[in-house]
């Protein structure tokens, strides 16, 4: 129980440590999400997606609109 409760909390407090290339934040993102799983908590991909977009640098906005304006957020895979 106590597990789940801090995997979870290292998802919601997942943010780009500034220097940190984008897969290694998917790396890390990764990680935490299959330790979730391990622990009986699966999260939606659409969740999963909005997550990664939420953790990502001011620097990564402009890229992010574009992405949000071009694709359907609801569908969108992770991988993509």
Known sequence: MWRLLE???E????QDEGNEFINETYSRFTLITNGLKLLGKVCPEKEMVRKIFRSLPKRWEAKLIVIQEAK??????LEE
């Open 11 to 14: 998802v919601r407090s997942l």
């Open 7 to 9: 995997v979870t909390h």
């Open 72 to 77: 359907d957020l609801n569908v969108l895979k």
